[in-house]
């Protein structure tokens, strides 16, 4: 698939990995382009800038980055954030973010910027994505977040297949344990999948062969803003109450039942009243007296 849109679907002008041309040669290429496709290119960016002494923390091209950032973007139709660092910071601006690196949207304003977060992101979204614009000419529909909804409308819980083990309250308490080896759900042990919205749970990686949880660890939550950030990636960071099938099944089924039996008995009481209410008097039998 990445074959495919390489050397198929789009013209991949630079990419200082890929590329055979170094240097100042590289660098003619990005400018030649820059001038050549004014207004009609996407920029697609790894990395964020960093801010403080004048960027000089990041130099590219003999350039700091947000310099060689800021120029390819003012004549670019759109942005792709490649990864957590571009759309989120990641952890070149994690606490206490001493080079002052900040994502691509703080510092491009002026432009439409398609995130795509993920540490890394996976590929076939990231071919999904230009697939998509090459085919139909037009960027796809974006979360409030500014993700391509098709692949992070969704939390890795909501297709997990663990999930049916947090709803029975089946959890790994201690690595290795009898529950991890029957593949229990992982919340307990710092999972972050009920929080995280990425599409490793439906696509997986490596070609639909694994992801992280089906491996035996946790979500880390990789693809939401400011990850790093929020403590150990081993903490039970959320509060989600989970529906407890085994241990509350009998308990949710007796209240159930008593709530019917309770409507059902204040039904029949107020249909009853109704028609003590409405019952008409019955004429008095002929033949005896009244």
Request: with cysteine.
């Amino acid at each position: 698939m990445i074959k495919d849109a390489l050397l198929s679907m789009i013209s991949l002008d630079y990419d200082h990995m890929i590329m055979a041309a170094a240097g100042h040669q590289a660098e003619a290429i990005l400018e030649e382009t820059r001038a050549r496709y004014k207004g009609g290119y996407v920029l697609a960016v790894e990395g964020n800038p960093p801010l403080n002494e004048g960027g000089m923390f990041c130099i590219d091209g003999g350039k700091p980055f947000v310099e060689k950032l800021t120029s390819m973007a003012e004549e670019s139709m759109a942005i792709v954030a490649w990864g957590t660092c571009a759309s989120w910071g990641c952890v070149q601006a994690a606490k206490p973010n001493p080079t002052g690196a900040v994502p691509i949207d703080k510092v491009i304003t002026n432009r439409p910027i398609i995130k795509v977060p993920g540490c890394p992101p996976i590929a076939e979204v990231m071919c999904g994505l230009v697939t998509f614009i090459t085919t139909f000419g037009k960027l796809p529909k974006l979360d409030h977040q500014g993700r391509p909804s098709m692949f992070y409308s969704e939390r890795i819980h909501d297709k997990c297949y663990r999930r049916s083990h947090f709803d029975a309250s089946q959890f790994v308490e201690e690595w290795d344990d009898t529950n991890a080896r029957k593949g229990y759900c992982l919340y307990k042990l710092g999972c972050k999948g009920p929080t995280t919205y990425n599409a490793c749970s439906a696509l997986r990686w490596n070609g639909g062969v694994s992801f992280p949880i089906q491996s035996g660890h946790g979500c880390l939550g990789c693809s939401e803003d400011g990850f790093w950030d929020k403590g150990s990636f081993y903490d039970r960071l959320t509060t989600i109450k989970q529906f407890g099938i085994e241990q509350n099944a009998d308990e949710i089924g007796m209240a159930a039942a008593g709530v019917v039996g309770l409507a059902v008995a204040a039904h029949a009481a107020v249909t009853a009243a109704k028609r003590l209410r409405h019952r008409p008097d019955r004429p008095a039998h002929k033949g005896k007296p009244s």
